[in-house]
């Protein structure tokens, strides 16, 4: 069945909206400045076989919703067939209605393979032999896929122990695509992590030094932070998932480090006291470095014991958590900005309920005399809140109390090459969003100065924050 609803103005829904999108959002290059994607991939230059491989493999978004069909964990990330899971993932994208990812399947097939049927167990078939003959095709491969989707920029997740083999490879042989390390210390953030003490050692191995001390691994950290920004390192990246901040001294930060590494238990109130301590002293390292600070605040991961224990974590089993967080927030900001070396922060929020919170602490910390505008940023919609809804929400929260025309725009936090469709969905709702507001008589319609604004925050905003 031919649907056609994914057309030249899908979500536009105002002239105002059409314009801005047309005239200056829909040409631009994405930069896309948090990703999981495999640099290994990338580089191999990897091709996919079916639409099961490049649709399936990895995709907890669409792992969670098939579950929720009462599709079999052997069509999810088990044996099945190919063809079986993909037909599947069809016969639930038939009942998604509301949910994002029917938008961004019919996107993904239209941007990327010009289909515009609707996917249904009708239409199944013709589709899964349209695209499996398209995949052939050498203008298919990864690099190609990023092409078709103007990337122009790509920031990966990594960690600081990771030798980034990938990373120089590409940086030698692929010359119109970035693919840049993102710094992740999560594994020397997380004290309380049984597979904390052997990380110490592979952290120090890589540094090419015996971390002993939390000096050590300060010491071990910017080494390793060294070697990223010599592969092109502009961002880093923190996971916040629990209590993550308690003043207390250095001192104290490395008598709870040495008593982890000696093999004994620390308690929760040591472990956000060690958490605060490393990540205040990163923050100001990231600061004189020049280098963005990400804080993801909010997950609750692995809440299924027996699915962690029979598929591991990162596979649909993670949800938003509702600690409150602002008094530690505060405190953690506040220790970096006392000296002045509060590096560019992003603040991204999994739970809804801190979006205003977030806008109001980002503008408690704008200040600066490097003149950096919106040097506290809101981060776009994030996992849970990457739909409609919840980009709207995010949108609507920045502009109440800070500076829309600031934002850095969208990113896709996916582990999918044809996951890019994602930055249009996002540019067509800020198009509607701005364009509503303007024709409702809120807003001057000045369509120079709308243009300038929706430019900046698809792209030029983030070219100039990251410093590309």
Known sequence: MTSG??????????????????EHAEKLPIIDFHNHLNPQEIYE?????????????GDHYKWRAMRANGVSEKLITGSGDAYDKYLAYADTIESAFGNPLYHWTHLELKRYFDIDETLDSESAGEIWNKTSEKLKDPDFT??????????????????????LIWHKKIKESVNDIKVIPSFRPGNAIDIEKDSFVAYMKRLGEA???????FDDLLRALSIRLEYFMEMGCRVTDHSLECDFY?????SEIDRIFRKKLAGEEISLEEAASYRGGLVTQLGMIYHDKGLVMQLHIGALRNTSERMFEKIGADTGYDCLNDFNYAVQL????NEMDKEDRLPRTILYALNPKDMPMLAAMAGNFQGNEECIKSKVQLGSAWWFQDHMNGMRNQLEALSDVGLLSGFIGMLTDSRS????????????????????????????????????????????????????
Not at 5 to 22: G, P, S, W
Not at 246 to 250: A, E, F, G, K
Request: proline share 2%; glycine share 6%; aromatic share 12%.
């Open 207 to 213: 540094a090419g030094i015996e971390i002993t001390c």
């Open 45 to 57: 230059d990897k091709t996919y076989e079916n639409l099961t491989e490049v649709w399936l493999g």
């Open 417 to 468: 090459f044809l996951s890019f469709p994602r930055h249009e969905y996002f540019r067509r709702i800020l198009c509607d969003m701005v364009g509503e507001k303007v024709e409702a008589g809120e807003f001057p319609a000045d369509m120079n100065l709308l243009g300038n604004m929706i430019e900046d925050i698809c792209y030029y905003n983030a070219k100039r924050y990251f410093g590309l």
């Open 5 to 22: 609803f994914i057309n030249d103005n899908f979500i536009l829904r105002n002239e105002t909206a059409r314009k801005l999108y047309h």
């Open 142 to 163: 990864v690099q190609n896929l990023l092409r078709k989707q103007k990337v122009e920029v790509l920031c990966t997740t990594d960690d600081p122990a990771d030798d």
């Open 246 to 250: 308690r003043q207390t001294d250095r």
């Open 330 to 333: 505060a405190g953690l900001l």
